[in-house]
């Protein structure tokens, strides 16, 4: 589910969480997990960051596509070597 997040993200940078949800057909809790934890990875970006952000307030995401190219690079390094 992370992977399809970060797809859709790279589609269409800026959007909610429940416009995530609707793009993916899954429950806004389910989004809102996966955006967590790919969060905590630094590979989504917040804005407003969720440290400053107030309850109920619309938090776009984005991908921070130099971390994502990063990790897919070090993936392929990995799996090259088997």
Not at 19 to 27: D, F, R, S
């Amino acid at each position: 589910m992370q992977a399809t997040i970060i797809g859709v993200l790279r589609k269409n940078p800026g959007l909610t969480r429940a416009e995530i949800a609707e793009a993916i057909e899954l429950p806004k809790m389910t989004i809102a997990n996966g955006l967590e934890k790919l969060i905590d990875a630094g590979l989504i970006i917040a804005d407003p960051p969720r440290e400053v952000a107030v309850r109920g307030q619309r938090i776009r995401y984005s991908v921070d596509d130099a971390r994502v190219t990063e990790m897919v690079m070090r993936l392929e390094q990995v799996l090259g070597e088997f």
